[in-house]
């Protein structure tokens, strides 16, 4: 360990790898050994051409679906809608056709089947949930609309005060119709 240069708290010599890092390392190995299991089956020319090709195929796919996502985007937006459902599922495009750009047989794997309607909708949703835990409840608004929450209907329960800085919480009555509003303040 060596001392910082304030005196303060020590810091460890060396490299940590991140998760993501770990990730990326992985990948690339992943991605070259796949190279060669395809070279030792078609042979090292028709690999490097494949791998061209479908490089390139990706790159149409890009500059196919990103002018398209904006003017969806500019046309939901210019509507007053909300573009946020639209958007991931563009942007869920453009992902599918920079993994397929990128070289590399499994990322074209991955990119190809984010073409895949169930697999898009999925990843769309992960999208969307990703992106509303990063943003404010006022943006996530805007972009995906409200909110939708689930309820749990039971006993009331009511709080010691002593527990709590607040004070006692009284819940009040609890209506027994499960399709009565639900009062309260989101904060």
């Known amino acids: 360990m060596v001392m910082s240069a304030t005196g303060g708290r020590p810091r460890t010599v060396g490299k940590r790898f991140s998760a993501a890092g770990l990730t990326f390392v992985l990948a690339v190995l992943a991605e070259v050994l796949v190279f060669v299991g395809v070279a030792h089956l078609i042979g090292l020319g028709w690999a490097f051409l494949a791998l061209i090709a479908v490089s390139f195929f990706g790159l149409w796919l890009m500059r196919h679906e990103g002018p398209r996502a904006w003017r969806e985007f500019r046309t939901v937006a210019a509507a007053g809608g909300r ?46 949930g990703f992106a509303t835990r990063r943003m404010s409840s006022g943006v996530a608004g805007d972009l995906f609309g409200p909110r939708r929450v689930r309820v749990k209907t039971g006993p009331v329960q009511t709080f010691d005060s002593g527990r709590f800085d607040s004070g006692r919480v009284d819940s009040g009555p609890v209506d027994s119709d499960p399709q009565a509003p639900i009062e309260g303040e989101i904060v």
């Open 83 to 128: 573009p946020g459902a639209k958007l991931t599922r563009h942007a869920v495009g453009l992902l599918a056709g920079i993994l397929v750009a990128v070289p590399g047989f499994l990322s074209a794997l991955v990119g190809l089947s984010l073409f895949v309607p169930p697999v898009r909708s999925l990843a769309g949703k992960a999208a969307t």
